[in-house]
């Protein structure tokens, strides 16, 4: 799915929009046992509350794609016969209203999800209308091409406030309140099946993760049976680590900076663009850029193999994973020194009577601690900066 495909889905969340007639949920305890399930009729509830579990929802379809949302993609065989794929398109079959069916739905998320404390399990399906669009890109909305039925899984962490002073209006006075359960922002969910091309497609799903530090492979595992890409911040790790141990000493600052530029160019072309789908890296891509820095065919080489053993065989990257577009930094062990990442040209490595140094052009205005500070002409010319 784009970002496209997922905010046309978003904005028909809503309780005026959307053809979700109940919404199903369990309430789990820290020691992983459902302390209450219910079903929520959407015409009868008030209409605050079924806006608050809308948005919860609608939150579950957030973030960054590559980062918070995550492409899932079933095997042909799954799609034939899998339990885990036919427990989904049950659901979806019976719109959640099998018992038993969502009582193993539930049981596969308790059994493998990794949460602190108690949790909230919401699950929703809706059947969305899609209308016609234009070659020009115009939405005809009283025409129909297809109906589009989905699942949507939120699962929200539950957290307990401190008993504080509440305001009582019939005695206009403050007494001490109870401690209450309050309902998070989604850690983690799904949606199938895939909205791709404006269709369904049944062969994908759409996973959602809050914390993009974390994996939760067993969750996935328990519901998809099929492998993940590593967490955002876990590939830019291994990319850093990557180019450090394939390139060895030609793993220059001349060579990180070229890299970085040149995917932060690629970013932002992207943009520009407005095309819809989400910017790839390949490792032929990364190689290219490598090559023109000047890195032997050697390192090049290990590269190559090195890459296929962290990130899989050929896989394709989001770029915005394993770089940071918005920061360029350099550290030793005693300083850290952040660059404008536009602006990365204004620091160079140099060896001065055999002491290796980080220069940095200080023609401009020089701050200390918030203070400017003037360099006299000679210091320029003669002392490190």
Known sequence: MNDKEISEIRRHLRRDRSNITAIY???????KEIISEFRQSTAIMPENESDKYFALLRRTLSGA????????????????????????????????ADDDLRAELYKKIIDSVVMEGSYLILVGCDSYDVPFRSKDDSTQHDQSEEVYTYLLCTI????????NLHYVPEEKLFHDGAMN????????????PAFDDRATNIYNALYYT???????????????N???PQPAAEQKKSFEALLTTSLGDECSLDVVQTVHDQLCQRIELHK?????EPLMISKEDVKEVLTACGVSQEHLA??????????GFEADLHPKNIIDEKHFELKTPDVVIKVDPSRSDLVETRIIGGVKYIMICADEDVEVNGVSIHIPEEDKETAPV
Do not use: W
């Open 65 to 96: 794609l590559g980062k918070n949302l995550i492409d899932i993609t079933f095997k042909t065989s799954q799609v034939a016969g899998s339990p885990e794929h036919k427990l989904l398109m049950d659901l979806r079959q019976c719109k959640l």
């Open 181 to 192: 359960q309050m309902v998070s922002a989604p850690a983690l969910g799904f949606l199938f």
């Open 210 to 224: 809050h914390d993009i530090k974390v994996s939760q492979d067993a969750l996935i595992e328990a519901l998809f």
């Open 226 to 228: 099929t492998p993940v």
């Open 272 to 276: 520009e663009s407005k095309v819809p």
């Open 25 to 31: 949920g369990c309430y789990v305890n820290d020691n």
């Open 156 to 163: 929200c962490p539950v957290k307990q406030t401190k008993a």
């Open 302 to 311: 290990k590269f190559s193999v090195d890459y296929d053993e962290v990130f």
